[in-house]
Structure formats: C-alpha cells, structure tokens
C-alpha cells in the first residue's frame, strides 16, 4: 500500500523549487521482462528476489535544494516550516529516519497547527513503540485536520501494535468505510477485526472482498489472505502485467508484507520472518508495508524470548 505523505508545496512553487518527479531515474524506467520470464519459470516463485532500487537521485537533488533554501533563501517563517517539513518527507523517502525526525521537529516549532508533521511524528512513533507519544501525535493531527486522508489509518495501525485491538479495529473501520472498494483498506480492517474474532474477521473478508473490482492487484492479496489462493500464485500474479522495475518493486513490497502477516496466522514463523526480511530488502520506505515489516520481525522475535524465557523457568 503506497502510502506517502501530502505535500504543501504553495511556499515551495512560489520559491521556484519544483521537484523533479522521481519517475525520471534511470531505475524506474528498467524494463522487467526478462526478470519476470525468468521468475515464471522457477519452481519457487515466492522465493524470488531481485534487485532493490537504489536511493532515488531526484529525491536527493531535491534535499539538496531545499538545504540550499534554507541556508541562503529568504523564507518566512511559515515558508521555513514548510520546507523543513518537505525535506524531512524526503529524508523518510530516503531511509534517513532520524534525519527526517530532526527536520519535523524544526517545523513543528516554527508552525506547531502543522497537521501533516503531527502526522508524521505520529507514524515515526508508532515505528519505534512508542505509542503514547503517537496517539497524542495523531489527536493533534485530527484535532487541526478532521478529514486528514490516513491518520485514521495509522492510529488504528499504533493501536493495532500497541494490542489495543478494539481501539484499531474502530479507527480502521473509518478508514475503510471511506473507500469499501481499496483492497488495502480491507486486508488491514481484517487484521485488526482477526484479533477481535478470527472466524468472524474470515467470513467478513470473504464478503467486504466482493466490493473490491476485479484485476486488481490488491484483490489478490485479498483472495490469499482469505486463503483462495497460495503464496506462489500470489508473487505469479505480482510479476504479471508490469511496465518497469519500480513497478515490481512496489508489488514485491507489498506481496512479501502480506505474505508474512498469513504466515505468522499460520503459526510459520520462521517463514513469515523472512518474508518481513524480504520486504524491507526492497528499499521502499515510504511504503507501509516496509515500514512496519521491522515492526512485525520486532514482535515475533520479542513472543520467542518471551518463549523461551517461559519454557526455562
């Protein structure tokens, strides 16, 4: 699920620094074809791996800009929050968490009615389990913007982690009642439901599927999570129907994350933990699937101790 942070880009245009979309990059114009004949043919297909794509040149002549701006230009105050924001949104895009952390901080302080960077502190929170300090993060974002486009989302997400499961399961049914058809508004509204009532959660995916169009690529997720189909036809369909390597890296994301979640309520765990590995081997952090891939290796290696400490006394 492609889930990337609004930007506010009136200061930023006024200024004159236009990013250059990322599509540009060499990498995401690679055609896939010969990797996508060459996965078909293995035998194991939901083991394929192929290569990441590298830290996106545009993104990082961007950063470069807007450190420009903020070293030599003269900003605002409003246009400085903006563009500390904005440059802390592709720090995250990147992969520099602590980077993008310093940069909202900055333009919290400047503008603290900035929705967009409570949201992001929220998530970052979230990230590290630090719940509380999310939950406030993300009742300062609905406070300032009741119809923000994800917050619901990702509180229902911290207090999915945190093990308040009837809390996420409210917060995640908002979010998917805004858009029954978005198959990822459906496979995260069943998790949280799963935990409440896993036969219950079973059958209300088999029917909320139904709303979801056919040839989606989502909708297979959907179908392997309802257990309609299997891993290896999963990642067949994932390498199916794709323009470019950046393409493939978004599905592979998002197909090794959900393969782990089916996993792990398998009780494979050893298998799920390599699909977790395998999604953040993507390099997509910007995806909430690789986000919270390392969220989920946290959890299951954490249950192990706690079994193992369990089985010594």
């Given amino acids: ?69 903020l070293q030599n230009g003269e900003l605002s105050r409003d246009q400085r929050a903006v563009v500390h924001y904005r440059r802390g949104v592709l ?58 486009d994800y917050v619901y989302l990702n509180r229902g997400i911290a207090s999915y982690y945190d093990g308040q499961y009837e809390f996420a399961l409210n917060d995640l049914a908002d979010f998917y009642f805004q858009d029954p058809s978005d198959p990822f508004r459906v496979a995260w509204y069943y998790f949280a439901a799963y935990e409440v009532d896993a036969e219950r959660a079973a059958r209300q995916l088999r029917e909320q599927m139904r709303a979801v169009p056919e040839g989606q690529w989502g909708k297979a997720i959907l179908q392997l999570l309802a257990g309609e189909i299997v891993e290896q036809e999963l990642m067949e369909r994932a390498f199916a129907g794709i323009d470019s390597h950046a393409e493939l890296i978004d599905r592979l994301c998002e197909a090794y994350f959900y393969m782990g979640k089916r996993a792990v309520q398998q009780g494979r765990i050893e298998v799920a933990m390599n699909y977790f590995k395998l999604a953040l081997m993507t390099n997509k952090h910007d995806f909430l699937e690789h986000r919270f891939a390392r969220t989920e290796l946290y959890r299951l290696r954490e249950n192990d101790s706690d079994a193992e400490f369990s089985s010594a006394e």
């Fill in 1 to 69: 699920m492609s889930i990337r942070w609004s930007v506010l880009v009136f200061p930023l245009v006024l200024l004159g620094c236009e990013a250059t979309p990322q599509r540009g990059d060499m990498a995401d114009r690679t055609p896939v074809s010969a990797e996508r004949t060459a996965a078909a043919d293995r035998s194991n297909t939901e083991l394929a791996l192929i290569e990441p794509l590298p830290p996106s040149q545009a993104r990082q002549a961007e950063v470069a800009q807007l450190t420009e701006l």
């Fill in 91 to 148: 720090y995250d895009a990147l992969g520099l968490p602590t980077l993008a952390l310093v940069d909202m901080n900055q333009a919290l302080e400047i503008q603290p009615a900035l929705a967009d960077g409570w949201h992001y502190m929220g998530v970052y929170y979230t990230q590290h389990g630090f719940y509380s300090s999310a939950y406030e993060s993300f009742d300062s974002t609905i406070e300032l913007a009741p119809d923000h």
